[in-house]
């Protein structure tokens, strides 16, 4: 087998094996994608998907095709970059519109909606990892005071005073910016 298609065939079972588990949404994969990307086929470094995490949620669309598209593209050039969309995609779709029809046909039913609520759970403890994972990266790169400023900021302006997120990363990638235009880079 060449090294081509056994890439592709890396990408195509790494993001399919994504779009089948990801349960609840884009940010649940992610924990998906970073086991894929970083731990297990080693394509990117933690360094690498932290940075093309943050840059893909500064931007509109769904995560999971974003993570997809690029990580696939970077692998495997514009290809790589199809095959990870559709192996992400395709297979979600497929199985909403089938589990959505049995979930319909059993609303009823108590032990399915056991089963639908016993996944939140879960997902809640994936991203509570991640999280941890990242508040420590920030901590290590920007130093301690500073990343727990900008987390305790963070949270206070977005869960009391009601930011948008999209204000509060355009804030910070524009601070940031003048920083580094004044000389003063993040240190």
Partial sequence: MGAGLKTNTDLFAAFFR?????FGGGPSAIPLFHAEAVKKYKWMSED???DTLALGNTMPGPIATKMA???G?????ILGCIIAL???AVPTVLLMILLLGALQQFKGVEWVNSMSAAVVPVVGVMLGVMTWDFIKKSGQSLGWPRALFLLV???LLMEVLHVHPVILIVGVLLLVLVGFRKGGAAK
């Fill in 18 to 22: 994504v779009g089948m588990l990801g």
């Fill in 48 to 50: 690498e998907f932290g």
């Fill in 69 to 71: 598209g690029y990580i």
């Fill in 73 to 77: 593209y970077r692998v495997g050039g």
């Fill in 86 to 88: 559709v192996a992400v």
């Fill in 153 to 155: 900021v963070s949270v």
